[in-house]
């Protein structure tokens, strides 16, 4: 294996993690197939590049502890690492979350490390210390997403039917574990896509190397594999002669049917209908006729493409029950209502979202509601922000607390049916008075009929997922080679939505990550350091990069979600690249199976020996 040779730095073997999925029978598929289809397809690192470097403050003292004040994505994740570092009870250490510009997963195991060692250089000086990085030692030291390998070889039937999956999807780890294993987990959930086959089997690795450790980044594995099966599956379908389209439509998961981890589908899937409609909305047909004919005479190739796909929302499998979050509300003396919790704001729209829906399930107006400040001494954990899990899970936690305040106040008499945000406020003031503190708590409890086998890794991996199908237009330039996303269409089924700008802001931004991961961002390792670590030769796409993003919801409310919400963060950094390598393809002719896909790679193919 190329990714792990010569010197032994992990283990036995220098495998971090190791996982095997097995559905059906794969090894007795290739007997009966009329066509078996293999492939190969490799991904990139990707800097996460957020707008606020890494930084924290820490004063720390033998009497007092420690306290730390630093951008980051998960308070109680660096609480858990300081009461390690330090061996401290755990009141003794305290952790806030300031305002933070950005994470995508870049700060969600990192910031323990800069808080750690700020805390023991104030612990040593008896003074109060800043760590901020600058941006190349930012890009130099932290995480990056996982570069990933994937084998796929697939068994289908003459009329189009998946028959075998066979995949084998590598990451690579870095020189130490971090967040590997649940990365590889993730990507080895996803790397069957949202489609019926009867026999499935994954094998995934997480490998050590000599890199800087890689680590969270936005769709967190899954980008990795869901490209690989999306490129393998438009090579299936050019192989049966089926366009990709219709090979994909004998192929979507319905209700009913099982997953490649043998979770049945319990809800409504209507993916054909989210490609009609996105089709619908590019024109897909027409396109496809129409540059065919105009490529024949132009230098500048034009191309439409698509990925279909869903993401898990919230943790894998026993990930939610383990975590066992906890979301606090509290009335107070202004007779407004605190929301407690510990997801972060971090661009993302935390503190909108929880006022929404503690504003709505109490019938009163959002400025009775205020979210407290992430501070590990005054709020709950209520688990990391990471996993698409915010508004669905601990947004469903913030529901409930706060449902047992209004439930107290009619109780004890003090608040009516029918009242509104005025004598709500004058119930929680009076309750004060009178009773003394009103506080409410609600901890995590998983939906029925979800089971998980971590040992054979079968079962329900997630409690839903967020479908969707992307459609990407693009135009190859064949003097330059470059590929511009001319128009970009995200079509998703994300439950119902509560903030429709925020919503359509987490695809944009999403999406234009992604094409940074495909077209742009091209991470150069040199003896197992970053060589582009700046932000002059490391290039991000710029405004003028970027398309127009359409942004489109179907509605399909979630029995277990706030006012039927799904998660939503990370599914648009899953369809962009192989939706726009489907593009390439469309106008060039050939098929690319790895991201950054750069100019010069582009080049190389299409002029083959002539370069």
């Known amino acids: 294996d190329s ?30 197939a009329d066509f078996i289809v293999e492939g190969e397809y490799e991904t990139g690192a990707q800097e996460q590049l957020y707008i606020e470097n890494n930084g924290a403050i ?89 570069p990933s390998r994937t084998r796929h070889k697939t068994a289908v039937s003459k009329d189009g039917k998946l028959l075998g999956m066979d995949i084998e999807f590598i990451v690579d780890g870095g020189a130490y574990c971090t967040l590997s294993p649940v990365v590889l987990s993730r990507g080895t959930i996803h790397a069957a896509g949202p489609y019926y086959c009867p026999n499935v089997r994954i094998r995934a690795r997480a490998v050590a190397t000599n890199v800087p450790p890689h680590g969270a980044f936005r769709g967190f594995g899954a980008p990795q594999s869901i490209f690989a099966l999306e490129r393998q599956l438009d090579k299936v379908a050019g192989t049966l002669g089926l366009t990709p389209d219709e090979f994909r439509r004998r192929n979507f998961i319905k209700e009913g049917e099982t997953t490649a981890t043998s979770q049945v589908i319990r809800e409504k899937v209507e993916m054909d209908q989210l490609l009609d409609r996105a089709f619908e909305l590019t024109g897909y047909h027409e396109k496809k006729k129409q540059f065919a004919q105009q490529n024949q005479s132009t230098r500048v190739k034009k191309g439409i493409g698509f990925a279909s796909f869903m993401h898990g929302a919230g943790f894998t499998g026993s990930g939610e029950v383990y975590l066992a979050s906890v979301v606090g509300a509290e009335a107070t003396e202004a007779g407004r209502v605190r929301i407690l919790a510990a997801s972060t704001e971090i661009g993302q729209g935390t503190n909108t979202v929880f006022s929404q829906i503690a504003a709505a399930e109490l019938g009163v107006d959002e400025s009775v509601i205020e979210v407290a400040q992430p501070d590990t001494k005054d709020v709950p954990n209520s688990g990391p922000t990471v996993a698409s899990r915010t508004s669905m899970v601990v947004g469903k936690l913030v529901e409930s607390a706060v449902t047992g305040l209004k439930q107290t106040l009619i109780g004890s008499g003090l608040l009516k049916e ?55 237009e693009v135009s190859v330039d064949l003097l330059t080679y470059e590929a511009h996303v001319d128009d970009f269409v995200a079509v998703q089924e994300v439950g119902r939505v509560i903030n429709p700008v925020l919503a359509a ?24 350091r970053m060589a582009n670590g700046q932000m002059t030769n490391y290039i991000m796409p710029t405004a003028a990069d970027i398309p127009p993003i359409r942004v489109y919801f179907e509605e399909n409310p979630y029995a277990y979600g706030p006012g039927g919400a799904k998660g939503i963060g990370e599914l648009p950094m899953d369809g962009a690249a192989p939706a726009i390598l489907s593009a390439i393809e469309n106008a060039t002719g050939t098929g690319f199976n790895h991201v950054p896909l750069m100019p010069e790679a582009m080049m190389e193919a299409l002029l083959g020996e002539n370069v």
């Open 418 to 472: 029918g009242y509104g945000s005025e004598e709500f406020q004058e119930a929680c003031r009076k309750h004060i008075e009178t009773v003394g503190p009103l506080k409410s708590f609600s901890k995590y409890q998983a939906p029925p009929n979800v089971f998980w086998d971590d040992e054979k890794y079968q079962g329900d991996a997630y409690g839903t997922y967020a479908w969707a199908v992307y459609v990407a």
């Open 505 to 528: 802001g987490q695809i944009e931004g999403g999406v234009a990550q992604a094409i940074g991961f495909t077209l742009f961002e091209n991470v150069v390792w040199k003896d197992g």
């Open 3 to 32: 990714l792990a040779q010569n010197e032994i730095i992990w283990g036995e073997d220098n495998v971090f993690k190791k996982f095997l999925v097995d559905k059906g029978n794969v090894d007795d598929v290739w007997s009966k």
């Open 58 to 146: 820490a004063i720390a003292n033998p009497d007092d502890g420690v306290t730390v004040w630093g951008s980051m994505q998960c308070p109680y994740y660096v609480h858990k690492a300081l009461i390690k570092l330090f061996g401290l009870p755990e009141e003794k250490i305290r952790v806030i979350q300031t305002e933070t510009g950005g994470g995508f997963g870049g700060k969600e195991e990192y910031p323990s490390m800069i808080a750690g060692h700020a805390a023991l250089l104030s612990l040593k000086s008896g003074k109060p210390v800043k760590i901020i990085y600058d941006r190349a030692e930012d890009m130099v030291a932290t995480t990056k997403r996982h």
